[in-house]
Nanobody, 123 residues
Framework: VQLQASGGGLVQAGGSLRLSCACS????????MGWFRQTPGKEREFVAR????????RYSDSVKGRFTISRDNAKNTVFLQMNSLKPEDTAAYYC?????????????????WGQGTQVTVSS
């Protein structure tokens, strides 16, 4: 099982980035996928998720309206389009896979994790 996150980088406030998470070693289309983020000294927090069953999405209040999660099952890849970035979005971003048809919003609900990709937003 491997989740490979990429796409992080340094961007100015107001800019955009698109994160990707390539999934392998799983029947990835049958996993709900989520994005979480973490800054040093803080708990890893939920950002967004997309169900495998119906494609329904959910976002944290802090990113709603600015971030969009999507998936391409043919490519076993999940994306996180991040627009209107703010300095407080600076964090390591992690993708995760949940083998339930409806994905969760809590870290413990996810079975598999990728390595983080760093996003830094300058003011």
């Amino acid at each position: 099982v491997q989740l490979q996150a990429s796409g992080g980088g340094l961007v100015q406030a107001g800019g955009s980035l698109r994160l990707s998470c390539a999934c392998s070693g799983l029947p990835c289309s049958r996993y709900s996928m989520g994005w979480f983020r973490q800054t040093p000294g803080k708990e890893r927090e939920f950002v967004a998720r997309v169900n495998w069953s119906d494609g329904n999405t959910r976002y944290s209040d802090s990113v709603k309206g600015r971030f969009t999660i999507s998936r391409d099952n043919a490519k076993n890849t999940v994306f996180l389009q991040m627009n209107s970035l703010k300095p407080e979005d600076t964090a390591a971003y992690y993708c995760a896979a949940d083998n339930h048809p409806i994905g969760g919003s809590f870290r413990y609900q996810y079975n598999h994790w990728g390595q983080g990709t760093q996003v830094t937003v300058s003011s």
